[in-house]
């Protein structure tokens, strides 16, 4: 046998300059992948959220300043979440599906405006109800299918607004199929449904319910008896069958960096447009550690290559706006 002194096979060949590692890239980060969260308030001007770096509440009255900076910056697609004033906030959520509430208002504004813009609403209870769960509660348990009557209600007042794709945040059972339904019946053939299919029962959520101020309503309280149970997986691919069946466009995985594998069995299995969401708690984690030096500004591309790399076609992350300029 003839013995070899180098390698026949230098995977190093393709590393060794900057070009050739880019035409060989397995996947990349683009613009098109962002999907930018906003936090927005009834205040005027901006209000930043303590346990997110470099994170604002948006009043209306600069809300069009903030759609036209992500608008420059490229990016196609914001998420909005309101924060609702305690004095809205009830039992049985209301407010949800007041056609002039604060989701609402801003919808007609980006609309209006930034007619291009994909808007994303949410569609669960938890920033309108006094308890801070994402539906109705009885004897200390949130109700499954009255829940899903309200976000039936919910779901229709972002349509008429104007939202593009409503996303279904709440785990209920049944609800993608019961917003579809409601949608088909006023004449929405076209709003997209993307779900928050396997959304899990995380801790990564903090910073989020701060921002948002259903912390303080929440309490002690858990969401593990309606988000699914960290330990899964297998559970997620029947969670998103469930909703594709029932009429789901786009379906998502969250949090994103602790499930990738969630997120890569998802695309392996279902080939249908499979969305990530970095959530608060792995943002501010990342950010934190940034800005106290121990780690470098690139780690943040670096986690979001993660999420391409286990087969996300697109990305929630609070990092958008400053990830599309280092894009630029
Ligand atoms: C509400 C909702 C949550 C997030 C998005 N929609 C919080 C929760 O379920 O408690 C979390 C987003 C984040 O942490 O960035 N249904």
């Known amino acids: 046998m003839f013995e070899r002194k180098y390698p026949s ?7 060794s300059s900057k070009y050739l590692r880019d035409i060989t890239a397995e996947s990349r980060l683009s613009k098109d992948d962002l999907i930018q969260p906003i936090f927005i308030k009834d205040i005027n001007g901006y209000e930043s959220v303590s346990t997110m770096p470099g994170i604002s509440r948006v009043g209306l009255d600069v809300l069009l300043d903030e759609i036209k900076e992500i608008a420059d910056l490229g990016i196609k ?13 009830d039992e049985f959520g209301k407010e949800s599906f007041n056609e002039s509430n604060l989701a609402c208002s801003a919808i007609k504004i980006i609309k209006k405006n930034f007619p291009e813009i994909i808007i994303i609403a949410d569609v669960a209870l938890d920033p309108y109800t006094s308890h801070g769960h994402d539906g109705l509660v009885k004897n200390n348990y949130v109700l499954n299918d009255e829940t899903i009557e309200v976000l039936e209600k919910q779901a229709l007042a972002l349509a008429k607004a104007g939202a593009d794709i409503l996303a279904p945040s709440d785990m209920m059972d049944g609800r993608v199929g019961a917003i579809r339904e409601a949608l088909e019946k006023n ?6 449904i993307l779900s928050y299919a396997a959304k899990f029962s995380s801790n990564f959520y903090g910073p989020f319910r701060d921002a948002v101020g259903s912390a303080s309503n929440l309490g002690k309280e858990s969401k593990s008896s309606y988000q699914m149970l960290t330990a899964n997986s297998d559970e997620a691919l029947h969670e998103v069958a469930m909703d594709i069946n029932e009429g789901a466009d786009i379906v998502m995985i969250k949090p994103g960096m602790p499930y990738l594998d969630v997120i890569s069995k998802v695309k392996e299995t279902f080939k249908i447009p499979t969305f990530a969401y970095q959530v608060s708690g792995e943002y501010s984690m990342i950010m934190l550690a940034i800005d106290n030096g121990l ?17 996300a076609d697109a990305i929630l992350t609070y990092a958008a706006k400053e990830i599309s300029k280092e894009l630029n």
């Open 77 to 89: 697609c914001v998420a909005i979440f309101p924060v609702v004033d305690k004095e809205k906030k």
């Open 9 to 15: 096979t230098r995977l190093r060949r393709l590393r």
């Open 187 to 192: 004449n929405f053939q076209n709003t997209v």
């Open 295 to 311: 780690l470098e500004k690139k780690v943040m591309l670096e986690s979001l290559l993660s999420f391409k790399r286990a087969g």
